[in-house]
């Protein structure tokens, strides 16, 4: 497929931070992508809290699945726009690689802990796996990816963290975009989110459907499926709603997209991160109906008595994990136990990050388990 002239190019790409020779019969991004899935971090996120912690029910989306949503939605949209497969599909599959355990809860917990050792971001964490934390190459740390595959990765990012990293933090101190792909991938996350976790929420009978529609995102399929199918059953009804939900938002944001780029008219990458806003975007009447349904997941799912008591639990065991291994450090496996040990208060609180963040829900309970039970 030819690219447009916007998209990114591998062949005009800032590169990697070290140099290999170039793969015989892959392209660039597509072995970016391939040591995304090949990662340790990769693997873990099978056992990595999405809404409902692991342990909870086999059917419901972990971060691992979730992650191949996100890209299969934007793959789609990058086809759709002329713009590199590939480079979106390593994004959307890398953006959660720095995920604590137990999801946002296990999160802010972790940037509670980390509060006077300069904080946790799990976006930030994110790179920081990818470039230093995994160790799989003899010639260099972590996986050496390309530059565009970092810069959409890093999706946020502090003034303070922007200021250690070069040129990779100078978009958000300079305030300017990213390449499209990297839009893409962003706000396909939050399509993916919002669509499968209310199927989550259905199944956990924390949602029901005159709930759902009160808003207009799902009344108007759930008004479509029922003319149509007026004897289908809940499970394969909610499947249908969803289905043409997700259509229906993915085609605005392409078309609403496609005519931004035309009115811009850029001619390269560069163009687009000098643009004043995010090209990637639903119109203005579809990204209000989508950013109510967020609003009412915050309310009606995410802040559910269910859900609170569960984060209660996971914000308590990542406390004492943390408050343990700062305490005494040979309570971590002999490789993080010898790292901390050597180095200053701050350096030891960020390896105790490091470690805890790379936990599965799982793994994580089972060591609150032994500190518990020791």
Known sequence: MTLAPYAADETTSRGR??????????????????????STAFRRLIYKTQVFVNHEGDLYRTRLTHSIEVSQIGRSVALALGLSEPLTE??????????????????DTLNACMRDYGGFEHNFQSLRVVDE?????????GLNLMFETREGILKH???????????????FLKRRQPGLEAQIADIADAIAYNNHDIDDGYRAGLLSLELLSSQA????????????????EDRRLVYEIIRRMIGFVVTDLIENTARLIGELKPESIDDVRAAAKPLVRMSDEVAEQHL??????????YS????????QDAQKMLETLFEAYMTDTATMPQKFAQQAASADEEGRARII??????????YAMAEYEKLECG
């Open 17 to 38: 931070r070290y140099h290999e020779p170039a793969a015989a019969y892959r392209g660039e991004y597509q072995r970016d992508r391939d040591r995304i899935i090949h």
């Open 90 to 107: 390593a994004i959307c599959l890398a953006h959660d690689l720095g995920h604590t355990p137990f999801g946002h809860a296990g999160q």
């Open 133 to 141: 934390l995994e160790s799989r190459y003899a010639d260099f740390p």
């Open 157 to 171: 990012c502090s003034a303070k963290n922007a200021r250690t990293i070069g040129e990779l933090g100078e978009r």
């Open 217 to 232: 995102l799902f009344a108007r399929p759930l008004n479509e499926v029922r003319a149509l199918y007026p004897d289908l």
């Open 292 to 301: 109510k349904m967020k609003r009412f997941l915050h309310k009606h799912l």
């Open 304 to 311: 559910h008595e269910k859900k609170l008591q569960t984060e």
């Open 353 to 362: 990050a490091d470690y805890i963040a790379g936990m599965t829900d799982r």
